[in-house]
């Protein structure tokens, strides 16, 4: 157990809470709280304790899950977490998501979970394709041998 990571992403996190915006209190907790831990990796402090990118079931279920959706949407729009705290201020909606990003955020976690879903998919299709060529090298040097 990493007690430096843990502490130290905790404060990241805690701090969030002192400079962001969150319609008065109004903002779902897991928004708040993926916000929070998106301050985590923005400060570039390794998140070895977080979820890899397309876990979790919901664009909104919070902490590291939200935080991956989030960054997702920030290399979709520069500064795009930036420009949601502001819009928050008073207010909150999930039409911020469209409103920023031109698409509903139903159909932005749909976008998000293939594109993470294809780059595992890429990533077990090219170790099948390594085990075949292992194997094929393996039987030619048996040709070879006898």
């Given at each position: 157990m990493d007690l430096?990571?843990?502490f130290t992403s905790?404060?990241?996190?805690?701090?969030?809470?002192?400079?962001?915006?969150n319609d008065e209190g109004k903002t779902?907790?897991?928004?708040?709280d993926g916000i929070a831990d998106y301050t985590v990796p923005k400060a570039n402090y390794n998140p070895t304790g977080f979820n890899k990118p397309s876990s979790g079931d919901r664009w909104d279920?919070?902490?590291?899950y939200t935080t991956c959706f989030l960054e997702y949407c920030d290399?979709?729009?520069?500064?795009?977490?930036?420009k949601l705290n502001n819009m928050m201020r008073k207010t909150n909606d999930v039409s911020f998501f469209h409103?920023?990003?031109?698409?509903?955020?139903?159909?932005l976690w749909k976008d998000y979970k293939a594109k993470y879903d294809n780059?595992?998919?890429?990533?077990i299709k090219a170790k099948i394709l390594l085990h075949r060529v292992c194997?094929?090298?393996?039987?030619?040097?048996?040709?070879?041998?006898?």
């Open positions: 430096k990571w843990i905790l404060i990241h996190h805690e701090m969030t809470y002192v400079f962001h915006w779902p907790a897991p928004l708040v279920q919070g902490y590291d290399e979709l729009v520069p500064d795009f977490v930036v409103n920023l990003t031109g698409k509903p955020v139903e159909e780059k595992a998919s890429e990533g194997e094929e090298i393996n039987e030619f040097d048996n040709r070879n041998v006898n």
